[in-house]
């Protein structure tokens, strides 16, 4: 079993969609969670943190239930520049990257 | 504020050859990590440096992947002889030191290394 894992995708949605991204990991000693975005060829940016509160950024929610391992990232009213791969990142000693799952937002 | 840079871009180079990566993090900032993506698969950690020491090099494949960074500043990644699986993006991020937990990194654009 992986240690981070995602939705395999690639989701396809039309402009002003709202799109949830789910990811799972396997250290229950994991301290910190990210979600990047890279785009094709690119390096991966920090797209936000996620906090056991839950956490908002414009149209981007976050959301971390350590129960059950859990992180998602909910976009609303995507754009076409929210295309991209979007990645779950676990923070222990060191990240450790998930699959990422590629989202393409159609006109 | 620059961003972590490195170089070279683009490194094509025949399979017993070496070839040696920089990597120059944000200025003031002492974790630095490397890491690599074979295509296909995830991103995957190699190294970590906290200042100039090696804090943890659990990700390095083998003895052929040598890390430094003298001074605590740019750090180097050379492999020596390069093999065909070493072929990959190969990203240098860092991070600020700041006690427990992750913070967040930022990444370089990275380095794609064919190895032919």
């Known amino acids: 079993r992986k240690e981070v894992e995602q939705d395999p995708g690639p989701f396809n949605v039309p402009e002003g969609a709202t799109v949830a991204f789910n990811c799972t990991y396997s250290?229950?000693?994991?301290?910190?969670f990210f979600w990047y975005r890279q785009d094709c060829r690119k390096e991966p940016k920090l797209l936000m943190s996620v906090y056991s509160s839950g956490n908002e950024d414009g149209r981007f929610t976050a959301q971390l239930n350590r129960a059950s391992q859990y992180i998602s990232l909910l976009i609303r009213d995507s754009k076409l520049s929210d295309s991209a791969t979007y990645l779950c990142?676990?923070?222990?000693?060191?990240?450790?990257f998930g699959p990422g799952t590629r989202l393409s937002v159609l006109p | 504020e620059a961003g972590v840079t490195q170089f070279p871009s683009h490194s094509v180079i025949e399979k017993g050859q070496t070839v040696t990566l920089r990597c120059d993090p944000i200025?003031?900032?002492?974790?630095l990590y490397w890491y690599r993506r074979v295509m296909g698969k995830e991103i995957k950690f190699l190294l970590h440096?906290?200042?100039?020491?090696?804090?943890?090099e659990s990700g390095m494949p083998n003895n052929r992947f040598l890390a430094e960074r003298t001074g605590g500043t740019y750090s180097t990644l050379k492999v020596q002889p390069a093999e065909l699986e070493d072929s990959g993006v190969y990203f240098c991020a860092s991070s600020p030191l700041v006690a427990g937990g992750s913070y967040e990194q930022y990444f370089g654009p990275g380095t794609r290394l064919t190895v032919t």
């Open positions: 250290n229950s000693a994991s301290q910190s």
């Open positions: 200025s003031g900032h002492d974790n």
């Open positions: 990142v676990v923070g222990g000693q060191n990240f450790v």
């Open positions: 440096f906290v200042k100039e020491s090696k804090q943890d």
